[in-house]
């Protein structure tokens, strides 16, 4: 699972340790047959219950508020009690239920077992991702730079699993560390000019579309065709078999729900110090600013963002810096982002991090520290500080690209 690690009987070991850990010290995976004001295993049990819906032909309901909120409180059909006034509503497209339709087939109880060795999987086989990308970066620098960043390489996963993300999707339940996966198999496709199933891997991102809108695009101004190709081919095949199983009422309903995109801060539940995107800013000022401010901060601060994207061209496409300006970018200007969509910078950073040390452990560190006292300096400052560090980022790598450079090859040496 993770090529650094040699002894196979290690790496099950690890990975049995982790589940552990999460299933004995975790409270949402604390099983309990009394009333409890959170769902076992948390954000997973609306997965399950959309799944649950579509695989016994409910899928008409899918997107029915009462129905979501009754099933998701049944106790013969989830197994235990939890507080009626809280549940989590059907936000995600048609596809994102019909992939979780195997676990469905299984008790909750059991496919939120089933869900947390996937999710720490899939955080193995980023880590295990991120470390051949770092590898093959090395190799193409020479056999002394190769055999540096196999080195450097073999530490990536314990920054990996110790970053508060991570931490958090696993714990919530949530699927960050799979898109996680995701992106990193994207990028080593990419890397090895294997474009088409770059782009068909990348397609299956599609069910969060607040992830996906970004890449596509920059590819497309790279003139990767075969990456859209692939992307293209992928999200027909999955939307295509989803609307062949959810009817189209379903579709309508969700359709219908799109339109509150842009107000998805005003939901009840809404976590502001949890999130990470620019809107964010606008809903922490007073409420009679809110409109005025989505357009005068955060449009202005969006076109910017786009065209440090779009306009950079001192990185190449595969490199760690491009990586991490096109995710940072794609995560504040996303309609709802939270700290757990945040794992996908590891790819990036952690790329860094083996590459360019100093550059790497400083976003790292930055990034760590601010999801740890987000809430704290929410309820302290009113102010949102993740999206601030992301649009810092970007504008970082941004300097960094129009600062001239002297090249050695350019240097006029005097003739005697």
Known sequence: MIHFIKKSGFQVAVLVAVVGMYLLFAPNYDWNDNTSETPYGADFLQEWVGAKLIITGNASKLYDIETFKAWQHDSRLVGFDWDSRNYFPPVYPPPHYVLFGPFAFLSYRWATVVWLVCLVVAAFVSAQTIAAIVEADGARNGPLNARASVIKSQWLWIGLFLFPSVLFSITLGQKGVVWLMV??????????????????VF?????????FFLFPLVMLRHRRWQFFAGATTSVVALWGAAFCIVPIESWMAFTQGLRNVGNYAEMAGYRIEWSCNLMT???SLPAHWVGWCKWAICMPLSIYLVYCVFSDRFHP????EKALMVVATTLAISPHTYHY???ILLLPILWLAATSPRQGFAYYAMLAVGVTI????????HVPIIPILLVGIVCELRLRGVLPSVQADKMVVPSN
């Open 183 to 200: 992106v990193c198999l994207t990028w080593k496709m990419l890397q090895s000019r294997r474009d088409f199933v770059a782009g068909a």
């Open 203 to 211: 397609g299956v991102l599609s069910v969060k579309p607040t992830l």
């Open 281 to 283: 800013l606008a809903y």
């Open 317 to 320: 496409m595969v490199s760690g």
């Open 341 to 343: 969509d945040l794992c």
């Open 374 to 381: 987000a809430a704290d300096l929410q309820e302290l400052l």
